[in-house]
C-alpha cells in the first residue's frame, strides 16, 4: 500500500499552519468536549473542540482561545456559539506559531485542498 506522509499524518484539528498565513472567516456548526493527551501534562485533558460549516476539522480552544471566544460571543454556553461567524488569524507568540480568534470581519473561507 503506498500513501503520501502529508495525507498519513494530517490532524483532525485546525493548526496555524493550515492558515496559510492568511484569515479564516469560520461559521461555528457546534462545540464539543474530547479528552486530549497533552505530553507535557503527561495525561489526558478535557478540551472544547470548536467544529465549523465547510471543513471536517476542529479547532482546540486552549484558555486563552476559550476567553476570546466568550468576549466575542458574550457568553460561555456553547450552544449559543451556534452560528456565529468568527475569524481565525494566523499569529506567533513566544516564537511559536498560534491562531488567534476575532470577530468576523474579512478573511476567506477554508480551501478544502490546503487541509
Do not use: C
Request: charged content about 25%; hydrophobic content about 30%.
Amino acid at each position: 500500500m503506498r500513501a503520501k506522509s502529508i495525507k498519513t499524518y494530517q490532524s483532525n484539528y485546525i493548526t496555524a499552519d493550515m492558515l496559510t498565513g492568511r484569515p479564516w472567516r469560520m461559521q461555528i456548526r457546534e462545540a464539543t468536549l474530547a479528552d486530549l493527551y497533552i505530553r507535557r501534562e503527561g495525561e489526558h485533558v478535557p478540551h472544547l473542540i470548536l467544529w465549523f460549516e465547510g471543513t471536517e476539522r476542529g479547532l482546540v480552544l486552549n484558555k486563552t482561545r476559550l476567553e476570546q471566544l466568550i468576549q466575542i460571543t458574550g457568553t460561555d454556553e456553547t450552544d449559543d456559539w451556534r452560528g456565529v461567524k468568527i475569524t481565525l488569524t494566523p499569529t506567533t507568540q513566544a516564537g511559536k506559531p498560534t491562531i488567534h480568534i476575532v470577530r468576523a470581519t474579512g478573511g476567506s473561507p477554508p480551501n478544502e485542498n490546503q487541509q
